[in-house]
């Protein structure tokens, strides 16, 4: 299953068995589904293991983890209506885009295409792919909004727009709260409100109040919900100071929650971020030079490996192209060569829909990276230089 390719919504149902989701408790769902990251903007693994997460990118796994999750509600409240029919319709009720950009995107006859679709332009909030990869994380802080308002559109269609706007504002206005209280802000600190300023869909020219806020969470999810944004963002290096304890304690009392709800929330996002430290990326920032280098390196690793016996063959049949490329591996290439293996790679590019990428404006950039990957995927005649791995 490859959430980056056509049929990828159709393939993941089938895999998927409802008995699972029929025998699992929404309290055991959600906390599943935050243990893979998914509720902390930072999708580590697939919700209830349902699929391997291994190949998979972190916004695919963002992807994998939001049908899921739709799925799951869908089937709790078991609708007549077929499931995508109805996140379709749900889409479409609480956008704000301009009638023009649905035009185009609504026009797909096949429910599972249009989709997919409307679930990558959800998941890419800036489809700059250049831009996006001087970003330090993916900027998916808040898709369980998404979650909470088709859980209500399945109950109640009416004024559906207006409860997920509202909710975002409470979430926005609850969490800056707790952030803009503290003393001394980290680096942590400024990386969370970039992630959740990012986040944010419905710009407010105005934040609402803290009692308005609280005025608005209701339903149980949405508390555990905002009180597992709030321990994420009163977390700094696992100090919770008297006046974020003080924030929560008000926050139990207004919300109406046990104190073991606190509690157990604290304990998963200082468990979370113990065993993912290393994956979180706002945890580890990186100069933007390094970040970019690092998010188009998956990328372009992810594109010819699942291109490999394709691109293989288009090279193969590019006798020029092969000979430099295996030179690459053993000598810089000159400029009139670096120039003869671009117009020979983007031929071969053309060739292939789901390497189009590296046409973008800026793709030029991604191919060093490119010549420095394909060389392991070529038989080790053409590489004098490579050292076989040993077992």
Known sequence: MNPSANGWIK????????????????????????????????????????????????????????LLTFYYIYNKENPK????????????????????????LFSDKSPDSLLEKIIHKRIHIDDNFISKSFNYFLINALLFVDVLGYHR?????????????????????????VIENKT???????????????????????????????SIINEPLEKLYVIDLVCMASWTD??????????????????????????????????????HKDEVAFLSSKNLAQSFYDNSSKVVSKLIKRNSKRLIKELSESKEALYLLTQSTQRNLTDEEQKKIQTQLI?????????????????MLLFPLFIKFIPKLLPSAFDDNRIEDKD
Request: charged share 30%.
């Open 238 to 275: 696992k100090i919770i100071d008297n006046e974020e304890k003080s924030f929560l304690s008000q926050l139990k009392t207004d919300l109406g929650v046990d104190n073991t709800v606190i509690v157990r929330s604290i304990n998963d996002i200082n468990l979370f971020y113990d065993e």
């Open 347 to 363: 031929d071969i590019f053309k060739s292939i829909p789901s390497l189009a990428i590296f046409m973008l404006p800026g793709g």
């Open 11 to 66: 393939k993941l149902l089938n895999q998927v068995s409802e008995i699972v989701y029929s025998q699992t408790e929404t309290d055991a769902f959600y906390i599943n589904l935050k243990r893979t990251g998914f509720i902390y903007g930072s999708n580590i693994k697939v919700v209830l293991n349902i699929v391997k997460p291994f190949e998979l990118s972190e916004e695919e796994r963002c992807k994998t983890n939001l």
């Open 153 to 177: 559109f399945l109950k109640d269609e009416k004024n559906i727009k207006n409860y997920v706007e509202n909710l975002e504002s409470a979430l926005e206005t609850i969490v800056f709260s």
């Open 81 to 104: 209506e077929q499931f995508t029919e109805s996140l379709i319709r749900y889409y479409k009720s609480i956008s704000d885009q301009k009638q023009s950009f649905f035009e185009d």
């Open 184 to 214: 001394v802000k980290s680096e942590y600190d400024e990386n969370l409100i970039k992630l959740f300023e990012g986040s944010i869909r419905y710009k407010n020219a105005e934040l609402l109040t803290y009692n308005d806020a609280i």
